[in-house]
């Protein structure tokens, strides 16, 4: 019984395997270049540390815990030696598209189905996210006086979805990480129509976006590739479930090199904008955080789920962000998105260890109160 059972999952992930070459080919390049890409380094991945990936787990959760220094590191690399990262600049839609491959293989049906259980705090939680960001982007923007291509690089980042690494930081901070996940995953399928949306809304008047352009490569490098990876996570479980531990560790390297690129290529212009951006983001992020808990509270969300809320609505899919300036604005556009990337892993660092604290600081009260 065991041994059919065996052939018969064996030969399903076969199958999966073969739809997924001919999904690659049935893409536009772009799309088809970042899926295959993605399935050939989990292929690496597979047959190289398929014994070994246990024993990395603790090398590769402390890389992956130093991501924000990371980022800086390679950041300051991109800013004195731009040459050795501009070559990344062409294939930014590829990492994107692994990043949101390895996010989609995370995900499971039953994430679908807790968002239809919960629809009331998690479209909450979605619309927080999409009035908040961009609205506090572009009054951010005005305020600072901001040329246009460096306004749209904020507005970017305030109309993207939220980012993979608020459900770790919601897991540290003791939140709802099952909210965390279900928001990550509602914004993200929502991004191909609410990113080019807002950012054409809020940013037309005084810069041109293509509305229909930026929402087919979204669909491109963010949608496809996660539904593509909750296909293969359920029809190819046992495979999945052997590669997941190292798939972190591949979307950091990618995000670093992504961050570090954008920093090259726009070398130049940040010694002269890098001060006054990055309080910019500092403020983005911080305001996003306390509007998004007291959104929560409005609503009469519990402590759990107010902090799960500011954790969604504070940190974004820059690298996302950062991406879609590449490839439509001026390479100065996608500065905010990299000094993004830097900050809100070190502001939810923060912000997890202080709900830590808290909590722990409240416990002797609750249990001197019961005594």
Known sequence: ??????????????????????????????????????????????????????????????????????????????????????????????????????????????????????????????????????????????????????????????????GTASNVIAYLAKGDVALSVSMTMTTTLLAPLMTPFLTWMLAGAWIEVSFSAMMISIAQMVLAPVLLGLL????????????????????????????GCVVALSAGKLWEVGPSLACIVVLHNLFGLLLGHGAAKLFRMDSRKARTVSIEVGMQNSGMAASLAVMYFQPEAALPGAIFSVWHNISGSLLANYFTRKDEHCMPRVAESGN
Do not use: N
């Open 232 to 259: 293969v996570h359920r029809f190819a479980e046992r495979t999945v479930e052997r590669v997941l531990p190292v798939m972190p560790l591949v979307s950091v390297i990618c995000i670093v090199l992504l961050v």
């Open 1 to 162: 019984m065991t041994s059919a059972w065996i052939c018969l999952q064996t030969e399903t992930e076969s199958r999966t395997l073969r739809l997924f070459s001919g999904y690659v080919y049935a893409f536009p390049e772009c799309a088809g270049q970042a899926f295959f890409v993605a399935f050939a380094s989990i292929c690496f991945v597979l047959m190289v540390l398929m014994e070994e990936v246990y024993r990395l787990q603790s090398i590769i959760k402390k890389i992956v815990d130093h991501m924000a220094l990371l980022v800086l590191a390679v950041a300051v690399l991109g800013a004195v030696r731009p040459e050795t990262l501009t070559w990344i600049g062409p294939h930014v839609s590829w990492m994107l598209g692994i990043v949101m491959f390895g996010m989609g293989m995370t995900l499971r049906v039953e994430d679908f189905q807790r968002v239809l259980r919960h629809p009331r705090e998690v479209s909450i939680g979605a619309a927080a996210q999409f009035i908040i960001m961009p609205l506090v982007a572009i009054a951010l923007a005005k305020l600072f006086g901001l040329p246009p291509e460096l306004a749209i690089g904020v507005l970017l980042v305030g109309t993207c979805p939220g």
